[in-house]
C-alpha cells in the first residue's frame, strides 16, 4: 500500500523566515504527491500537487514543494512565513484501488504549522 | 463556482438517534469521498463513489454506518443507532474524471451526546 509520513507533529517558524513541512513517501511506482492546508473549522484545501515533470511545483498562496525520488520526500516550503499561514497541513499520495477501479489518496497525520510574529 | 456543499454544518442529537448527513458534490464531478476526522484518529476516509456507484467502502467503521448516492448532485451518510463514538467531524469531498486532486466540502460537526 502506498503511503506517506509526515515526522513533524508541530513547526514553529518566525514570520518572515523560511518554513518547511516535512513529508516522506513510500509507494510501489511512479508517485503521485499531493499537498493540503486546513485553517481551524474548515475544509482540506487543495494546494498543489507532483505528477511529473519539474520536481520544484509551485503551488498557491506562494507554495512550493520540492520532489526528491532519492529521498523519497516531497517537502512543502515557503521563502517567507506569514502569521496567516498558521494552520494544518496535510501531505497525500494517490492510491490505485485493485477491486473496483479508480484511486484515492492516503493523507499523512498532518502537521500543525505556527508561524509567530 | 459553488464548491462541495455541506449539510448540516453542526448536529448535536443523543445516542440511539439516526443521523443523515448530506453532500452536493461540485457540478461536473464524477467521484465523491466521505472522510471523517478526530483527534484520535486523523483523517479517516470512510466511503468512495465513483459515477455514483460505492468502488470502496473499506473504511465503513461498522453496521451502523451506510452511505447511498442516487444520482450525481447528491450523497447521504447515515449512521443508526449513533453512539458517542461517532462524534467527529464528517467531510465530503469531490473530484473531476481525470484528476486526482480532491476538492472538499466545509464539513459537518456531529456531537452525540
Known amino acids: 500500500a502506498q503511503s506517506v509520513a509526515q515526522p513533524e507533529d508541530q513547526v514553529n517558524v518566525a514570520e518572515g523566515n523560511p518554513l518547511t513541512v516535512k513529508c516522506t513517501y513510500s509507494v510501489s511506482g511512479n508517485p503521485y504527491l499531493f499537498w493540503y492546508v486546513q485553517y481551524p473549522n474548515r475544509g482540506l484545501q487543495f494546494l498543489l500537487k507532483y505528477i511529473t515533470g519539474d520536481n520544484l511545483v509551485k503551488g498557491s498562496y506562494g507554495f512550493e514543494a520540492e520532489f526528491n525520488k532519492s529521498q523519497t520526500s516531497f517537502h512543502l516550503k515557503k521563502p517567507s512565513a506569514l502569521v496567516s499561514d498558521s494552520a494544518l497541513y496535510f501531505c497525500a499520495v494517490r492510491e490505485h484501488i485493485l477491486t473496483g477501479g479508480g484511486n484515492k489518496l492516503t493523507f499523512g497525520t498532518g502537521t500543525q504549522l505556527k508561524v509567530e510574529l | 463556482d459553488a464548491g462541495v456543499i455541506q449539510s448540516p454544518r453542526h448536529e448535536v442529537t443523543e445516542m440511539g438517534q439516526e443521523v443523515t448527513l448530506r453532500c452536493k458534490p461540485i457540478s461536473g464531478h464524477n467521484s465523491l469521498f466521505w472522510y471523517r476526522q478526530t483527534m484520535m484518529r486523523g483523517l479517516e476516509l470512510l466511503i468512495y463513489?465513483?459515477?455514483?456507484?460505492?468502488?470502496?467502502d473499506s473504511g465503513m467503521p461498522e453496521d451502523r454506518f451506510s452511505a447511498k448516492m442516487p444520482n450525481a448532485s447528491f450523497s447521504t451518510l447515515k449512521i443508526q443507532p449513533s453512539e458517542p463514538r461517532d462524534s467527529a467531524v464528517y467531510f465530503c469531498?469531490?473530484?473531476?474524471?481525470?484528476?486526482?486532486?480532491?476538492?472538499f466540502g466545509p464539513g459537518t460537526r456531529l456531537t452525540v451526546t
Open positions: 463513489f465513483n459515477n455514483n456507484v460505492p468502488i470502496d
Open positions: 469531498a469531490s473530484r473531476r474524471r481525470g484528476t486526482y486532486e480532491q476538492y
